[in-house]
């Protein structure tokens, strides 16, 4: 298995445009809480609080970043269940929380791929399905070293 280090890196390197930089900046967020409302907005068979397929996929993510840093994996559990009540927030408005989710993801992604015309790279998922999990801890890395905290 790669280190995370060499994730961060070969995710790094389709990520070099400073335009690119900051669509992914706003967009991974983005992407992170809309498919977190989409998860979420699943009906389930079972009404046990908090565990639905939402909780589920930020444990498995926790699980995966668990394997390549400990500190990384406290991080992203504190921007995963972030994200998550921010999804079960939006919510709160008028519109389905399906219907907000699905707009917010389908937009993200438009920018994402239209960073990537403006890298001139194709996204890294499109070699590896696993730097889909890589991207928000990519973000998280640029967070560490400002605050100096080492992953």
Known sequence: MKSADQWLDQY???????????IHWVCIPAI???LLGL???????????????ATLFVAFAVGFY???SKRLMVGMAVVGFGCYALALALGGL????????????VVAWIFQFIGHKIEGAKPSFF???QFLLIGPMWLLSFIYG??????
């Open 12 to 22: 790094g390197e389709s990520h070099q445009n400073p335009t690119n930089k900051l």
């Open 94 to 105: 008028p519109i389905p929380l399906w219907v907000t989710s699905l707009g917010i993801f």
């Open 127 to 129: 070699e590896d399905l």
């Open 32 to 34: 992170m809480v809309s």
């Open 39 to 53: 998860l979420v907005s699943i009906p389930m068979p079972w009404s046990v609080a908090h565990i639905n397929p």
């Open 66 to 68: 668990s394997l390549l």
């Open 146 to 151: 400002k605050l100096g905290i080492r992953y």
